[in-house]
């Protein structure tokens, strides 16, 4: 399984960005997948999450901020983020899981998951 994200930048506050996250390499038609960030000197959060039957969840931080949405035919994870802060400056992750568990839900913790990108680098300035 591999996991590939895109789209990070550097944007002011205010300002909007979109990431994808290109997944190739399984056929599991059941899966999990997220968005995750990490901050230098903090832990690893869930941002965002969707569920096989597009189920979504997401962290307060970023309700009404955020929409992740995914393209079946594509293999594609996205990440719409609007009205970014300086405190959503991370590195933010694609993260995939496989479990029949997924259908109708999408955890948030990070330990769920088994496949991780390497990562897009998103700095917000004040």
């Known amino acids: 399984v591999q996991l590939v994200e895109s789209g990070g930048g550097s944007v002011q506050a205010g300002g909007s960005l979109r990431l994808s996250c290109a997944a190739s390499?399984?056929?599991?038609?059941?899966?999990?997948m997220g968005w995750f960030r990490q901050a230098p000197g903090k832990e690893r959060e869930g941002v965002a999450s969707?569920?096989?039957?597009?189920?979504?969840s997401y962290a307060d931080s970023v309700k009404g901020r955020f929409t992740i949405s995914q393209d079946k035919a594509k293999n594609t994870l996205n990440l719409q983020m609007i009205d970014l802060k300086p405190e959503d400056t991370a590195m933010y992750y694609c993260a995939a899981r496989f479990s029949s568990s997924c259908g109708w839900f999408a955890s948030l913790k990070t330990s769920a998951y088994n496949y991780w990108g390497q990562g897009t680098q998103v700095t917000v300035s004040s």
């Open positions: 390499g399984f056929t599991d038609r059941t899966y999990c």
């Open positions: 969707i569920s096989t039957y597009d189920v979504t």
